[in-house]
């Protein structure tokens, strides 16, 4: 076991602090990583203060993970010494489900393993995540960094942002020829619009703000709807292939159904507190119109998201952070003030 610094909170109640952790020593198929870069995340907040169930403690958060290799197991193949690589929001599951067995991990039958708070042997006995100088992950979990390092903040969104946002948008089949609405220009929607667009769909983003419509051009849409306007979102009715939804907060889904055209489907990666109001069945009956759902991608698919990212340029916008900011950088991101994701600079740990 090695003493590495980190962030994290010992309760609830309590702020954000520097802690000292333990990692393991890299066995047969780890690879050790020292963390350049960990992107903040919505769950982070909503894990380190129990605003969802189950939070363990001492909870060190952080799933957006960009470093260098610095170790690895004798049983390593796919990774050496130098290498640039990404941890996401898992570093293990069973790998003998049907979902595993099919490159599915993030629906594992029996449970993935989150990159902080998950089951581990290692002390505590969960996992503790990037906000660290240092973390050690199997190898089956450790995904190839192929953008230039000047990229490399910006690239540690893509671990959570990114594939949250590419998964669905690969599934239904978004590209050339299809219609795509995007619901919310935040850390989420600001990549769907990027994705969306460099698969070739033509991208509608919706927003509440007037002040985004420049800047969800700038992104990548072909149009910009403001959402509280019916009849802004009038004139688009009846004509969406698909609709990502990446709103976290309860909103009428009617709304959007009506925007879909026959067999269009409406997909929420936004997980808001409380319910959204219960939609209209015949919105969806008169049509055989879909509401569904989608998280994360498997290991397989998140390395085809950021070889996909590379290839096209694309990574977050962000702004970069010193460790003892991010509680500065939680309250402003419950204000929506940051365009659109803040990256700690893991060397200020």
């Not at 599915?104 to 002390?123: K, R, S, V, W």
């Not at 709103?247 to 925007?259: E, K, Q, T």
Request: net charge negative; hydrophobic share 40%; glycine share 12%.
């Amino acid at each position: 076991m090695t003493a590495v610094k980190a962030r994290g909170a010992y309760a609830a109640d309590q702020p954000v602090v520097p802690l000292t952790i333990q990692r393991r020593t890299p066995g047969p198929c780890d690879v050790q990583i020292e963390i350049a870069y960990c992107g903040i995340c919505h769950s982070d907040l909503h894990t380190i203060r129990s605003e969802w169930p189950g939070t363990l403690y001492p909870c060190v958060p952080g799933h957006e993970i960009v470093g260098y290799v610095s170790a690895v197991g004798q049983n390593v193949t796919r990774f050496k010494p130098g290498d640039i690589v990404g941890v996401g929001c898992m570093v293990g599951s069973c790998r003998q489900c049907d979902a595993c067995t099919h490159g599915l991990e993030q629906y594992c039958e029996h449970g993935m393993i989150g990159t902080y708070n998950g089951p581990t042997a290692d002390p505590p006995g969960h996992t503790l995540g990037g906000y660290s100088q240092r973390i050690v992950v199997d190898q089956e979990f450790v995904l190839q960094i192929r953008h230039p390092k000047d990229m490399l903040p910006a690239v540690a969104p893509l671990l959570c942002a990114g594939i949250t946002t590419y998964s669905p948008l690969r599934h239904w089949q978004v590209g050339p020829g299809k219609k795509v609405g995007v619901v919310g220009i935040g850390g989420l929607g600001h990549m769907a619009v990027k994705l969306a667009h460099a698969m070739g769909a033509h991208v509608v983003a919706f927003t509440t703000q007037e002040s985004k419509r420049a800047q969800a051009h700038a992104l990548g849409a072909d149009d910009v709807v403001i959402s509280s306007d019916p009849a802004q979102r009038a004139a688009h009715r009846g004509s969406f292939d698909f609709i990502l939804d990446t709103v976290a907060a309860p909103h009428v889904l009617d709304d959007y159904i009506g925007l879909l055209k026959r067999d269009g489907t409406l997909c929420l990666v936004g997980a808001p507190a409380s319910p959204h109001p219960s939609p209209s069945v015949s919105g969806l009956i008169f049509g055989r119109k879909a509401i569904a759902g989608s998280l994360i991608g498997g290991i397989a698919e998140t390395q085809e998201m950021l070889d996909f990212c590379a290839q096209h340029g694309i990574v977050a916008d962000i702004e970069l952070v010193h460790a003892d900011q991010i509680e500065m950088a939680y309250e402003r991101m419950l204000r929506g003030d940051v365009k659109y994701r803040f990256v700690i600079d893991a060397a200020t740990f």
